[in-house]
């Protein structure tokens, strides 16, 4: 059964093709809402919230229009920057700040950077940066980059016109450069390593 | 495009840069600028790793068992507080309507109950009385009447004007 029947089903009431959706996009859902959320309970929340809304508007979904997947993110999207305005979380974590005056635990007895970067493990660093970029660049950049969307639909997401939404992809690879730097230049110093240059102008 | 060729690009120019995205000017001072080249390049590298990390993260995350139950009972409870919601409007507009018809009909009621309680309204003329002067007229003379309404009473119901009279002639 394709999705485009599954939801013919499910507007016309049928329960098991509802649960069939739900269990379908689920994961997915959680998974978004925790990228953009950066907390478990919070994205659980914030899923279940996102398929409340759309089971309730059901009837209002046109497949001509857009997937299923689109419409559940445009809910989903909308309702994780509403939960994150409402808790006013910082940009800065406070878990990264801790974390930021402890040595690595082996610092690498190589001079280059790069290496460093990859014994504490790239992923780990640019995620832990991610966290400390600004929220609206950051929303932007996991749609753009985990989404893979185009800006015009970043932008219909984000409330915003494509070049701003352009504007804050580019915003957020700069903070993010501009972090990492800063993170290699400290595990540089912290492992007695004196940079011959900057990584970044 | 000069000064562009003269200075190193912004910062979020080359950002933007790293996708094939960058326009004409910007495609051509990355043609010749080697450390803006490099730049981008970075930044492309940086694309690559944020794409790892973050579907790294997404996988890593901790899905919870989905709660289609618990989902269901919102759904049902928001669809029973819609329902609800209606019929209490519906109550409300209805009992506003019956309100609203019961409060003009009285209104019309006391209206049409006080005018035909209230007597007939009758039209009378006002009585008039002709006061002639003494010694003031010439005896072929016919007198002006000296007109006052509303002070006569027993006044005739005859009108009250007569004819204007005729002045006298110089000869007499």
Known sequence: MTDVEIIARAVNG????????????YAAAFRLAYLLLQDACDAEEVAQDAFVYVFR?????????????????VALVSRCRNKRRRKQLSTVSLE?????????????????????LELRGTQQTVWEALEQVSPGARDALILRYYEGLPYKEIAALLSCSPDAARARVAHGKVQLRRLLTETVEGMAREAGIVRPAEVGG | MKKMDKVHLQETELACSDGGEANVDTAEHLRWCARCRSVVAEYRWLGEQVVDALAAAAEAAPVPRPRWRALERRVIAGRRRRVAGWRASAIASVALAICTVLLLSSIVGATVAA????????????????VVAEGSVTPDATPTPIVSYGESVDAPSTPALGPIPTPPTPDA
């Open chain 2, 115 to 130: 005018q035909l309680a209230s007597p007939e309204a009758v039209m009378t003329p006002l009585s008039a009385t002709v």
């Open chain 1, 96 to 116: 990264m700040l801790t974390a930021a005056g402890e040595a690595p635990a082996d610092p690498t007895p190589a001079g280059d950077p790069a290496g460093l």
């Open chain 1, 14 to 25: 049928n329960e098991a093709a509802q649960r069939a959706l739900y269990e379908a996009h």
């Open chain 1, 57 to 73: 508007n059901l009837h209002r979904y046109d497949p001509q229009r857009a997937s299923f997947w689109a419409w559940l993110r």
